[in-house]
């Protein structure tokens, strides 16, 4: 099945790259944009198929490399399940 | 008096450092490759700056997985002096050494140029060629040295006297309080973003990192 990983910065850490977005969008006449967080994407192709397998094994994979917890959180989210 | 450098796919300044470690040592130092499984028998270990595979995911986040750094914690857990300059400081802290995270710089450009430091503690085998308070000079060139960690490790750091570096002056990089450096509370393991290899001879235009590599040396001769 396939994992859609989604990892963004903890509330209250400093995103210097959403600022800029932020401030290019404001600058090229987009109004109304009041905060750009940016964060990562990743999919995975897992063999698993039972769900609740699938998302331990992936939860562990975020915590030991795929997010930096102290700064990171991350979300799984599993299609196809 | 032998010291072993890891060299990453990407490390840059592991020939820099293994020069100065065979200035301050008498030494030619050991070059260990990031796919050993063995740690060759050593007195200290450098993780040296550079990209390491090309800084994806996290400046790194994937060499801190890498087979030879299993054994480096567990040289690093029995009191064998490592540094981490640089990228290696990045790698210390996605290890687990060492507490916090270096995020991008907060000005977003990267920065490659001489900063003053204030030193801080002294009380490790890096450190112990330089008093605290002492005013030095050294390069500083990357991307993500922007240090951050929560406010009661920060505190945690300062109330233990943990912190060996701070930016005086101008803070380049938007660091938490400062800080260019940390120790361990065991004072075997030192990260750093500044790079004192390339300050450690008088033909380079001056020699305040020398102290890094002599203080491992007189440490290591007693």
């Not at chain 1, 094994?57 to 030991?64: L, Q």
């Amino acid at each position: 099945m396939k994992a859609i990983i989604r990892i963004t910065l903890k509330n209250g850490v400093l995103d210097p790259q959403g600022k800029a977005i932020e401030s290019a969008l404001g600058q090229l006449g987009f109004e109304g944009v009041e905060e750009a967080r940016q964060g990562k994407l990743i999919e995975l192709q897992v063999a698993e198929t039972d769900p609740v397998k699938a998302k331990a094994n992936i939860a562990h994979m975020c915590e030991k490399l795929l997010a930096n917890t102290v700064i990171e959180n991350y979300a799984i989210e599993l299609l196809d399940a | 008096m032998t010291a072993t450098v890891i060299v990453f796919p990407g490390s840059n300044c592991d020939r820099d450092v293994a020069v100065c470690l065979e200035a301050a040592l008498g030494e030619v130092p050991i070059m260990a490759w990031h796919g050993d499984h063995q740690l060759p028998d050593c007195d200290a270990i450098i993780l040296p700056g550079g990209f390491s595979y090309g800084d994806y995911l996290r400046g790194g986040s994937i060499a801190a997985q890498s087979p030879i750094m299993r054994e480096v914690v567990s040289a690093a857990q029995k009191g064998i002096p490592v540094l981490g300059i640089c990228n290696g400081f990045q790698i210390l802290t996605e290890c687990g050494l060492l507490p916090g995270v270096l995020m991008r710089n907060s000005g977003l450009k990267f920065i490659c140029r001489d900063v003053d430091l204030t030193v801080g503690n002294t009380q490790t085998p890096f450190m112990s060629g330089y008093k605290r308070d002492q005013n030095i000079t050294l390069p500083i060139a990357h991307n993500e040295g922007n240090y951050f960690a929560s406010d009661e490790t920060l505190d945690a750091l300062e109330d233990n006297d943990l912190i060996v570096l701070r930016y005086a002056g101008e803070n380049p990089n938007g660091a938490s309080r400062a800080i260019a450096g940390i120790r361990n509370q065991a004072g075997n393991v030192v990260g750093m973003m500044p790079h004192p290899e390339r300050l450690a001879e008088a033909a380079l235009g001056g020699e305040d990192g020398r102290a890094i590599f002599d203080g491992l040396a007189s440490f290591l001769a007693k």
